[in-house]
């Protein structure tokens, strides 16, 4: 039962990297794809730590990082569409200021 769990959350973390490989033009579903590995690694600790019977305080602690890098990311993602109108990454030329 217990590897049938694991087995799910490594398929989970398998497709979010496939789709981030895919989805590389957009840069909003280049976000998203890293929120889904990043959820499928959470779940994937947090039912580790559930099922050895260790305290849960990493979870939130990375729980938290995991927020600080979505909104880091959304923030880059408004700017981009603010200055560029688009979230192509072929719109936009990181090397002009």
Do not use: P, W
């Amino acid at each position: 039962m217990m590897m049938l769990i694991y087995g799910g959350f490594v398929f989970m973390y398998v497709v979010g990297l496939f789709v981030f490989s895919m989805k590389r033009k957009h840069l909003l579903l280049t976000l998203l794809s890293l929120e889904f590995i990043i959820l499928s690694l959470y779940s994937l600790i947090f039912f580790y730590l559930v099922f050895t019977d260790c305290e849960c305080y990493f979870s939130v602690i990375f729980l938290g990082f995991s927020v600080c890098e979505g909104v880091m990311g959304l923030s880059i993602l408004v700017s981009l569409i603010r200055t560029h109108g688009n979230d192509f990454f072929q719109a936009f030329s990181l090397l002009v200021c």
